[in-house]
């Protein structure tokens, strides 16, 4: 048993649930919202709110780059989502998850492999110098030359020039189909590239970017405090004079904050939140969809002896009910997936895949042969939601005679036992962000690319040949076939099992704020419109 090498760590051992009934105490009497106000939107802020006031949001967790706040380094979805408070990108997605203009203006695409891109003319960063070519090219460079988790995401980039004042060309080595969509993140930022070069700033303490917002103050896991960029085009026009973000890892406290007015805004992860709001005075609770997904990584390596068998992966994979993971710890308002998002263009159906078939017996059989087993699964305590599904796979699992200890610990602890060298752990659950193109998420698959997984799979040449094949074949009936075999594939294999798309659930206090929120997200950015936010 694998969970030996883990002496001294901390843990708290969860309730075991029963699977009957509300037994799980996930699935709430009142589940939050996902009806729309306006297409692709759950909140449109009103024009004739009073606005002008300070906005406070309440966030579950902060940035944790060992790259401070430069963010090329940026590696999870609260990293993106508060440096792109002050960062733009050339490109952004829409509320139809859509690749959409933001510091370029347009592109043209010559050929297959050629990207010319026309820049704002209006954009400037917080230091009041005006965003240049060079910016452009210098900050796709720099990613390029000293790669991060992000720089796989850009593609087979062969040069990047300027080709005119306001004019950037970046030609591909082969063609490349979400390369749009990876530059709508903020890795691929826009730096004030002549003054990094200088030294007169420093990007990993310091926010300088053409956004909306300037950092003034920053006490790490506490709280941030901005100001409007007063060179923003929209700066005349924001809703608010400052924006407070507090970091709470607890929900109630959250919750609560929402309840007595304290928070303007925050993300509550779990929808038993919906519930203990139902009937609060001017809350109002939604849930925004997510590209993202929750997924079982099964440790090939290091982890117990027996899950270097593909057949031992499948039998758990092919135990987990992901029917009522949704149920019980969603209240039924997700839905399962493959490795390509459920819902975006292409993506493989969750239904047909190896695994869907569930059966118990058969699982049950492959463990009664190796005599049963014993393993760990791994949670963080930042997301209540994990534990709820970690318990309701212990239950699966039981029926196949896999005996399970959840383990829940913080999150360093979740990280180095996980992404350390050697990983320790025998399961771990986790979430990855769906970004706005199915081929993205699927390099994560290839351990070589990812880097972070190398360390718990193996992956395997097939696998990795289709991932290629997939983000090169242009949208259609044709990459829907290759992400068909790929999903089947890596699901066959079970190394890093999806399990289901993992919504967002948003509050807001109606009587200090009026949001613009999209029902959609694939980056994890639930702050997308900020700019749009008024707040009393």
Not at 290 to 310: C, K, P, R, V, W
Not at 523 to 532: A, D, E, K, S, V
């Amino acid at each position: 048993m694998h969970t030996a090498a883990r002496a001294g760590v901390a843990f708290t051992a969860v309730a075991v649930l029963a699977l009957t009934g509300c037994a799980a105490g996930a699935s709430p009497d009142t589940e939050p919202t996902q009806d729309e106000v306006a297409p692709g939107f759950l909140a449109v802020s009103d024009d004739a709110f009073d606005g002008g006031g300070d906005l406070v949001v309440q966030v579950d967790y902060d940035t944790a780059e060992a790259s401070g706040l430069d963010p090329q380094g940026a590696a999870t979805a609260r990293s993106w989502m508060l440096e792109g408070l002050s960062y733009e990108t050339l490109t952004t997605i829409d509320e139809n998850l859509d690749v959409a203009p933001s510091l370029a203006t347009s592109w043209e695409t010559p050929s297959a492999t050629e990207y010319v891109f026309t820049l704002a003319d209006d954009a400037v960063f917080s230091n009041g110098r005006a965003m240049t070519a060079a910016d452009v090219v210098g900050s796709l460079q720099r990613l390029l030359d000293t790669p991060t988790t992000w720089t796989g995401q850009l593609g087979p980039i062969a040069s990047i020039e300027e080709t005119g004042d306001l004019e950037v060309t970046v030609t591909l080595s082969e063609p490349y189909a979400p390369f749009l969509a990876a530059l709508a993140n903020t890795p691929a930022a826009v730096l004030p590239m002549a003054e990094i070069e200088s030294g007169e700033v420093d990007i990993t303490t310091e926010m300088v970017g053409t956004g909306p917002l300037v950092a003034t103050a920053h006490r790490q896991d506490e709280e941030w405090t901005f100001a409007p960029n007063e060179h923003h085009p929209d700066a005349a026009s924001l809703g608010f004079s400052t924006l407070t973000i507090d970091i709470v890892g607890d929900e109630a406290t959250r919750a609560a904050a929402l309840r007595d007015g304290s928070a303007d805004f925050a993300v509550l992860n779990s929808i038993d939140s919906a519930e203990l709001l139902a009937n609060a005075k001017d809350v109002t609770v939604v849930g925004q969809r997510n590209t993202d997904f929750h997924y079982l990584m099964i440790n090939s390596l290091t982890g117990d002896e027996a899950l270097q068998d593909q057949d031992v992966r499948f039998a758990i994979n092919s135990a987990i009910d992901r029917d009522a993971i949704n149920e019980l710890a969603f209240g039924g308002s997700t839905a399962a997936t493959g490795v390509t998002p459920a819902g975006l263009p292409d993506a493989c159906v969750a239904e047909d895949l190896p695994s869907a078939a569930r059966d118990v017996a058969a699982a049950k059989a492959v463990i009664d042969e190796i005599g049963g087993l014993e393993l760990d699964l791994v949670v963080y305590t930042d997301e209540p939601v994990l534990a709820q599904i970690a318990q309701v796979m212990q239950q699966n699992l039981a029926e196949i005679g896999v005996t399970v200890e959840i383990q829940q610990v913080d999150y360093a602890t979740y990280s180095a036992a996980v992404y350390g060298s050697p990983a320790d752990f025998d399961l771990a659950l986790s979430w990855f962000a769906g970004y706005a193109d199915p081929a993205m998420v699927t390099t994560w698959w290839n351990p070589e690319v990812a880097g972070f997984s190398a360390v718990f799979m193996k992956g395997s040449d097939e696998l990795d040949g289709l991932i290629a094949d997939g983000y090169s074949t242009e949208p259609g009936a044709d990459r829907a076939a290759v992400f068909e075999k790929l999903c089947a594939v890596a699901d066959e294999q079970s190394e890093m099992v999806p399990l289901v798309l993992r919504p967002s659930t948003i509050g807001w206090n109606t009587a200090s704020l009026s949001p613009t929120l999209s029902s959609d997200e694939g980056y994890g950015n639930f702050l997308r419109y900020i700019t749009q936010f008024r707040a009393s």
